[in-house]
């Protein structure tokens, strides 16, 4: 079976499974290319790309429900973006690349583990004050691998009670999109236009897929599967890919 026929089917099971907890898949997306022997200065290109197809829609979904805490994710994604740009810009070793990209998928499956409740219970904690200065550096390592951030943030939102779980999802959305679109016009500041487009026209089936899974995780995953059990399945598929490069480098 041709190779970009199985990356196909692996991205849309991502794209499934990530939409329907309320990302976009992006870390995953650049480790199985990463998997796959893909060049790996094009992997940031293409999964931005995916990215940004996945969470334009639910993204657009949460702002016409009225759900999205237009201030306080303002404010998260305008300190964020400028540093995914910043970091898609940053010249980076393939080895260096793997490494961070490898870990960062770990660290993602130990976060999809923290138990996410509907609703807030009491006010927001101390702590919840200091997720502003986590923006930057994570839009930051977001642009250097291609990925949105909003597993990083995401987490650490539900941690301090910063909001209740619908309006997480939705800041996280919002936070994903635009860091992806920042770090994509970094990464083709750094390799040139005619990189991007020779990566697009190999990505087609790729980007067809993540669109199909992405609307299918968001509309109706979650009606088949209870919540917590599509993301300890999301969980295990990146820690799994995450250790599997780990070793690797």
């Not at 499934?16 to 290109?45: M, Q």
Request: hydrophobic residues 60%; proline residues 5%.
């Amino acid at each position: 079976m041709p190779l970009i026929v199985l990356l196909a089917a692996a991205f849309f099971l991502t794209a499934v499974l990530y939409a329907s907890v309320g990302f976009g898949g992006g870390s995953t997306y650049s480790a199985l290319l990463a998997l796959s022997g893909i060049d790996y200065r094009i992997l940031p290109l293409i999964s931005l790309a995916c990215n940004i197809a996945v969470v334009a829609g639910s993204t657009l979904r949460f702002a016409r429900a009225g759900v999205t805490p237009w201030k306080g994710a303002l404010v998260l994604t305008a300190l964020a973006a400028p540093a995914a740009f910043l970091g898609g810009m940053v010249p980076i070793e393939r080895e260096t690349f793997l490494l961070l990209l490898g870990a960062s998928l770990v660290l993602t499956g130990a976060t999809m583990m923290i138990p996410v409740k509907e609703t807030v219970q009491g006010e927001p904690s101390v702590a919840a004050k200091a997720i502003p200065f986590l923006a930057a550096p994570i839009g930051f390592l977001a642009g250097l691998v291609g990925i949105g951030g909003g597993i990083f943030l995401a987490p650490l939102l539900h941690l301090t009670r910063w909001h209740n779980a619908r309006a997480i999802a939705a800041t996280a959305s919002l936070f994903i999109l635009v860091n992806s679109l920042f770090g994509l016009a970094g990464q083709l500041a750094k390799h040139g236009p005619a990189m991007f487009g020779g990566a697009m026209v190999e990505a087609l089936p790729l980007l067809i897929a993540v669109v199909v899974g992405g609307q299918i995780g968001s509309l109706m995953a979650v009606r088949f599967l209870p919540l917590r059990w599509i993301r300890w399945l999301t969980a295990a598929l990146v820690t799994i890919v995450g250790v599997r490069l780990l070793i690797g480098v």
